[in-house]
């Protein structure tokens, strides 16, 4: 089963910066790839997901100022975030629409005000 380990999170400031990354054990080129969040007391969010033809879609939330690629030859999903909001902090975890991998640990963003 492939895994997928998330990593890139960090606490920034507001306005600030942070670029997440996905690295998956085996192949996903060709499976549909999502950001997911969850805030403390909310239910888990897709923010973002891709293709493997590399089309996007967002979140309400983060258009604008969240983007996310994908590298298929490093089997690695990104998400570049900008423009952070304290709104924006929560645990980020990455898997498959529908999801196909168990959740790890996810990385933790915290945005400051």
């Known amino acids: 089963q492939v895994q997928l380990v998330e990593s890139g999170g960090g606490l920034v400031q507001y306005g600030g910066s942070l670029r997440l990354s996905c690295a998956a054990s085996g192949s996903i080129f060709n499976l549909l790839m999502g950001w997911y969040r969850q805030a403390p007391g909310k239910q888990r969010e897709l923010v973002a997901f891709?293709?493997?033809?590399?089309?996007?879609n967002y979140a309400d939330s983060v258009k604008g100022r969240f983007t996310i690629s994908r590298d298929n030859v490093k089997n690695t999903v990104y998400l570049q975030m900008n423009s952070l909001k304290p709104e924006d902090t929560a645990v980020y975890y990455c898997n498959g629409i529908p999801p196909f991998a168990s959740w790890g640990q996810g990385t933790q963003v915290t945005v400051s005000s």
């Open positions: 891709i293709s493997s033809g590399r089309g996007t």
